[in-house]
Every structure is written in C-alpha cells, then in structure tokens.
C-alpha cells in the first residue's frame, strides 16, 4: 500500500468533481418532476372534495 501526499489526493479530488456527469441536472429535473406530480395530484384530487348542492 504506497502512500499518496495530501496534495495529491486534493488534486484527484478536485478533478474528480470536475468530471463528474449531470449531477445537477438530474437534481433539478427530478425536482421539477416531484413538484409536478404533487400539482398535478392536488389538481385532480380538489375535485373530489366539492359538494355539488
């Protein structure tokens, strides 16, 4: 097991995150998909509530 200096690490790190895919866009689109379905719930589930006199 050889030893890798701290400076090193924090490099890979750093270039590591650099490459890393569509992180944020994944997030967003997930949650414009859950706010989405919870609009689209609340919309067709407030009709059910109405009392039609």
């Not at 750093?14 to 895919?21: D, I, L, M």
């Not at 689109?29 to 009709?47: D, S, T």
Request: glycine share 8%; proline share 4%; with cysteine.
């Amino acid at each position: 097991m050889s030893h890798t200096p701290h400076t090193d690490w924090l490099a890979a790190a750093a270039t590591a995150a650099e490459q890393q895919g569509p992180g944020n866009l994944l997030r967003i689109v997930l949650i414009v998909m859950v706010v989405g379905c919870v609009l689209a719930a609340w919309f067709l589930l407030r009709g059910y509530s109405r009392k039609d006199d």
